[in-house]
């Protein structure tokens, strides 16, 4: 294996390595900066939900009722017993089984 041929994954990888880096410096360097207002701590507390359902909604949009189900059943997981993984397995089991019975 030459030189050349793992030189560019490699500095691909530093780079990206060090953009992560920058930007999560950068968010508490500014995140610093911002006084904590009750405001702004109930933005921040709602960002990850948001987040969630920013990235899922177009995803289920896109799939279809089988994923409405899916996240459905996560959600009453989550509601009821509270524990991430369970939701996980619970949504992902919900849209295998509704596409197995063909919705």
């Excluded at 793992?6 to 953009?19: D, K, N, Q």
């Excluded at 899922?56 to 994923?67: F, H, S």
């Excluded at 849209?95 to 919705?103: H, L, P, Y």
């Amino acid at each position: 294996m030459t030189a050349a041929s793992w030189a560019g994954p490699v500095t691909a990888i530093l780079a990206m390595a060090a953009a992560t880096y920058l930007v999560r410096f950068a968010g508490y360097w500014i995140m610093s900066q911002v006084p904590l207002t009750p405001f702004v701590r109930a933005a921040l507390e709602a960002l990850p939900g948001a987040i969630i359902v920013s990235t899922v909604v177009p995803l289920a949009m896109r799939e279809g009722i089988d994923a409405w189900l899916g996240i459905a059943a996560a959600a009453a997981a989550m509601i009821l017993i509270r524990k991430d993984v369970a939701a996980l397995g619970l949504g992902v089991a919900a849209v295998i089984a509704a596409r197995q019975f063909g919705f």
